[in-house]
């Protein structure tokens, strides 16, 4: 098998929980990588400066990791929101197709399928609740016709509950942490509720696979562990690792859909993604 060429890759958020991890993969496989990243939480990134990085660098590939990253953070500003997830998405692809960047990697969310129980594939409706999920598939739907109208080729990723080193403290597990570190109640809502949790390297993985792979272009992907855990049973791991903390088990959050597994099929077939990391293994490295 030939090695695979070498690319010039712009990440956007690389500085971020995910973004940081992506980035070390693109370096150890010998790939060139151009960082911008506001280095705030959230925010837009000067559309001067960008202009002038994507003219004088002609990337290869652009991996789109600058938005904000979950439903919480836009119902408590969905105008800042838009801005960000949509306005920040189209600069992006204007650049891109200005420069004849050829591969756009943009990455949405499980959110958007709405409800969904276990082994969820690509090809099936999406059904997205909420301002942030309704912007990601917005995203989705303007970064295809990108490549309708201009030829720019994409691939599209929907990731799940990632988790591990450097995350930030208001996701799911970095709350059960901090409570249970606290000796506080470990707050559960919804028993049953499911999520595919997924642990950054893996998904790390999983996007530089697919932006670097031909089955790719122009294809949607679910890249998670595909293995669907309850709220309940991830918030005792994390009781039993850190040997403190009580739970409390209230109502579903109605602010999120129902969810369980994702399909990774078509991402095995196409890269042969793999992730590798079970929930407790995964959890026992990020609180060491």
């Known amino acids: 098998m030939a090695p695979k060429k070498k690319q010039k890759v712009l990440v956007t958020g690389g500085l971020g929980f995910i973004g940081s991890h992506v980035v070390v ?3 150890n496989e010998g790939h060139s990588v151009a960082i911008i990243d506001n280095k705030t939480n959230y925010g837009i990134i000067d559309q001067t400066e960008l202009k002038t990085l994507f003219e004088k660098e002609k990337f290869d590939s652009v991996i789109h990791l600058a938005s ?7 119902n408590a500003d969905p105008t800042q929101g838009s801005k960000v997830m949509s306005e920040g998405l189209l600069n992006l692809l204007e650049l891109s197709r200005q420069t004849k960047v050829k591969r756009f990697t943009y990455i949405s969310s499980s959110m958007v399928y709405g409800d969904f129980t276990d082994n969820v594939e690509e090809w099936e409706d999406c059904n997205p609740q909420g301002q942030y999920a309704i912007m990601k598939y917005a995203g ?5 016709d990108y490549t309708r109208q201009y030829g720019l080729n994409h691939t599209i990723i929907r990731p799940s509950a990632v988790y591990g080193p450097l995350d930030v403290c208001d996701r799911v597990i970095s709350k059960f942490f901090i409570n249970a570190l606290k000796g506080e109640k470990i707050v559960v809502n919804g028993k049953m509720e499911k999520l595919d949790f997924t642990f950054v390297n893996d998904v790390a993985t999983g996007r530089v696979q ?5 089955k790719a272009k122009n294809e949607t992907y679910n890249l998670t562990k595909s ?3 309850t709220l309940y049973d991830a918030a005792n791991m994390v009781k039993q690792i850190v040997g403190k903390g009580n739970i409390e088990v209230k109502q579903k959050d109605k602010d999120f859909p129902s969810r369980g597994a994702l399909s990774i099929q078509k ?3 196409d890269f042969d993604y793999s992730p590798e990391m079970n929930l407790n293994e995964g959890l026992m490295i990020y609180y060491h």
Do not use: N, Y
């Not at 904000?68 to 836009?74: A, I, L, N």
């Not at 697919?210 to 031909?214: D, E, G, K, N, R």
């Open 25 to 27: 993969k693109l370096i």
């Open 68 to 74: 904000f990253p979950r439903q919480k953070v836009v």
């Open 140 to 144: 989705e739907l303007l970064v295809q």
């Open 210 to 214: 697919a932006t670097t792979s031909p």
């Open 227 to 229: 293995q669907g855990v």
């Open 267 to 269: 991402a095995q077939d």
